[in-house]
């Protein structure tokens, strides 16, 4: 009896993993699905121990974890991604799932976070993921990065500060973020060009969130540099 219950929310979840992947106009297969799903479950289980999130119901991860990551899977471009103060996993796990072909590299510096992360990699057997347990500033890649994704990890001036060493001459930052931040714009280095901010529409979502896409001016033709007063166009 417990099992079947556990089949019937477990099929309610994907259903709501498959649904909102399709309002975002994201493609995903079954298996991906799947995927997804077995991620959310691993996420629930160990994040009673773990403390990996405030959030303790799963259905409500769904759209507040899930689907928030998905929100930007159409922007994110190159084929070797850093996801910076991954925490739990996100956006990264989702990004290593829905893009087999690119590279997907976890860094955290909490080292139950960074466990749970191997764990999954391991169950889930993302041959693309590599995690990392080290501060952002001591952490010296190989191969530097098409782009640094973070979601709420620090400002945009922090961002670009501490990330400045893992990113490509043309790569670029993408910093998930709830309200538009107006102030952290203002704050930016000028030595950064803000290329786009992005309002996002996840599903059974009511909080605002915005994607914001920045790289170094060093990486343009100086015919290319155009900085608003404000460093962004909102909804441009």
């Known amino acids: 009896m417990i099992d079947k219950i556990e089949s019937?929310?477990?099929?309610?979840?994907?259903?709501?993993?498959?649904?909102?992947a399709n309002e975002l106009s994201v493609?995903?297969?079954?298996?991906?699905?799947?995927?997804?799903?077995?991620?959310?479950?691993?996420?629930?289980?160990?994040?009673?121990?773990?403390?990996?999130?405030a959030i303790r119901d799963v259905d409500r991860m769904?759209?507040?974890?899930?689907?928030?990551?998905?929100?930007?899977?159409?922007?994110?471009?190159?084929?070797?991604?850093?996801?910076?103060?991954t925490g739990g996993g996100l956006p990264g796990i989702p990004l290593a799932i829905l893009f087999p072909e690119k590279n997907i590299t976890l860094l955290d510096s909490n080292g139950k976070k960074t466990r749970f992360l191997f764990q999954v990699i391991t169950e889930l057997k993302l041959k693309?993921?590599?995690?990392?347990?080290?501060r952002v500033e001591k952490f010296q890649p190989i191969d530097k990065f098409d782009g640094v994704v973070s979601r709420a990890f620090a400002s945009l001036k922090d961002m670009t500060n501490y990330c400045h060493h893992l990113l490509?001459?043309?790569?670029?930052?993408?910093?998930?973020?709830?309200?538009?931040?107006?102030?952290?714009?203002?704050?930016?280095?000028?030595?950064?060009?803000?290329?786009?901010?992005?309002?996002?529409?996840?599903?059974?979502?009511e909080g605002e969130r915005h994607l914001i896409?920045?790289?170094?001016?060093?990486?343009?033709?100086?015919?290319?540099?155009?900085?608003p007063e404000n460093?962004?166009?909102?909804g441009s």
């Open 8 to 20: 019937k929310k477990n099929s309610l979840l994907k259903q709501k993993i498959l649904t909102g």
């Open 27 to 53: 493609i995903i297969d079954d298996q991906q699905a799947e995927l997804l799903l077995r991620y959310l479950l691993l996420f629930e289980k160990w994040n009673k121990a773990y403390n990996l999130s």
């Open 62 to 85: 769904v759209s507040r974890h899930l689907l928030d990551s998905l929100a930007v899977v159409s922007h994110i471009q190159g084929s070797n991604i850093i996801d910076v103060g």
């Open 128 to 134: 693309n993921a590599t995690v990392h347990n080290s």
């Open 168 to 205: 490509e001459k043309d790569g670029f930052f993408y910093a998930m973020k709830g309200v538009y931040p107006t102030e952290e714009l203002k704050e930016l280095d000028n030595t950064y060009e803000v290329c786009r901010c992005l309002p996002l529409q996840v599903p059974q979502e």
């Open 213 to 227: 896409l920045i790289r170094s001016v060093a990486s343009l033709d100086p015919k290319e540099i155009t900085i």
């Open 231 to 234: 460093n962004c166009l909102k």
